[in-house]
């Protein structure tokens, strides 16, 4: 019964949850394919830049970005709140990784595409997105899905900002009742919410099928 009282609570971090999801997602996916056309530009310099930026986020931990934002720079006077804080960290890191699955999902479509619909005096836009990016779109998306899924989770950390999201509920409430069951209870939520959210995908990615 106890638990049942806590419900509101656990929505209530839920909605925090679900909004740095949602948010990240908003900012991270179309900021994802400049990144990977910079990353595959013949310039050098511009690829070398795109290079590094995804090896730093997807080699260092994102609990470590979150911490270096939040207590680092404001040491040189760069002042975040905590949210906005989360929003930076995950945005940043996510978008090299989803650079990087669009990127080789770019790669794997054959250049004869390319050739052929400029033969055809189709223009580059036009061709890249009524061609290209949805035979891409269809590649990535089984990858794209398990990130996706991945950052329901990973929204967990926020914990270090001192943000109420799910899970740092479900640890107030287990240390107040001496109880696991609102660890089980989180658990459950988010089983609930990343299955809803790998079955959306899945439908996108019948919606791509044609291709």
Known sequence: MEIIKLMPRFFEGLQITLALWAVTLVLSLPLAFPVAFLRSSKNRIISAAAKYYIDIMRGTPLLLQMCFIFFGLP?????????????IAFVINYTAYFAEIFRSGLKSIDKGQ?????????????????????????????????????????????YILGLGDLLRQGKIYANNLTSLMPFIVVGVIYFVVITIISKGCEKIEKSFSYF
Do not use: C, H, Y
């Open 114 to 158: 390319w050739e052929a619909g400029q033969m055809l005096g189709i223009s580059k836009p036009v061709l890249f997105f009524k061609v290209i990016l949805p035979q891409t779109i269809r590649t990535v998306i089984p990858a794209v899905t398990n990130e996706v899924t991945t950052l329901v989770k990973d929204t967990s950390l926020v």
């Open 75 to 87: 040491e040189v006077g760069i002042v975040f709140p905590r949210f906005t804080t989360a929003i």
